[in-house]
């Protein structure tokens, strides 16, 4: 086994962060750490919006969900899908801009997952702890009228970086069996599995430092699925030039 | 900087591949790779189907257009978002399921996104190459059945997976200053900054072996965004349970 899957198997979210700065070499360094992802159709349909403005990370971390940590950490960024970038030289070279499909979508979405998830990696690497922060999405017009995005460019998720001042337990995930499948996509087995993770969920709650809220996996993620998750996601994202054609 | 860095920075698809299997241990150790990644609200709302059956590779590989590497990779899967195996407990515990939100959509497309890369750089790390099968999308409705992908479920991409039998260059990337903004969204310099990477870009394709299209950056996306792109998504995904409420 590499230290590489020794590292990636470590991660945590980290929620807590010294004052120690990121040396700007390296900070650059982990950008193009990101870059260096795959990308659909050679997109490279993210953009990153390094938010150092105090003011800005404060609104920021307020419309989360008072997520402190995008004020404390040493970096917070906002990752962006931006299909802007290249949608300019439509009208450059003289031809339709159709990229307001649901595809489109999809490619700048996943565009933006990648890299971010290879500059995490890069991060932990060299001791940096992150923290996503899909709250932004609580409030994503606000987000866009802090940052100036345009049309054509959506916030999907932030990122706080940042050394660890806290030091918590992994934690556990579904067992491979229940979300690997075998040529077809089957559930045969998966509710006894789901069973017992649930046990080991509710356990790792129980003994952590801290506590926590002690819902099982399935307890939570039903919750998540029940509700009318940010609504407003659907018109935000239309007005944003994002129509899911 | 860490080697992790290097690795990373050193990422390129491998599209040619030795008849080398992958040891069954380490195989599962990068699926745990993945799944260790950040999942939003601990959703963990992937599924990877492992397609070994030589039949439905060669169709996938078909629909795919024709990329053969998909038949003789080591490993080949379908990365799947996957709000089926959450929602079964809506039912369970009584709840309404109102899994069918944007916002739904996008945390299961991300975390799909998130999983797959720490897989890929688990992969890397170890001497394997992979290769992104977005071309799955061309025909998802028969992906689905091939697989047998139940309504909650939608396949994001493929991940070919294995030894390299080629050593590709490294592909550049736009500049950091075009992809990264201090702040605010602006594109200042981007134009200049762009021209500069477009001769770069047909640079790299003039002389690489093999050659390539020797399209500009500008020239592909735009290309790209003046389609009409897999208009069939926003139907299929509805079929399947994502509608984008």
Known sequence: MSSVIDLLKAHRSIR???DQSIDPALFEDLVKSGQAAATSSFLQGSTIVRVSDKEKRSEIAKLSGNQTYVETAAEFMVFCADLKRAGNYCAEYEMPFEGDFTEHFIIATVDVALMAQSMVTAAESVGLGICYIGGIRNNPA???????????????????????DQNPEVKPRLPVSVIMKQDVYNEDGDRQAITEYDSLIREYYRTRTGGGHGASWSEQVSSLLSEKSRPHMKDFLAAQGFKFR
Do not use: S
């Open 142 to 164: 606000l987000v866009c009228e802090l940052l100036e995005l345009p049309r054509g460019v959506y916030p999907v998720f932030g990122l706080c970086l940042g050394y660890p």
């Open 16 to 18: 807590k962060f010294t």
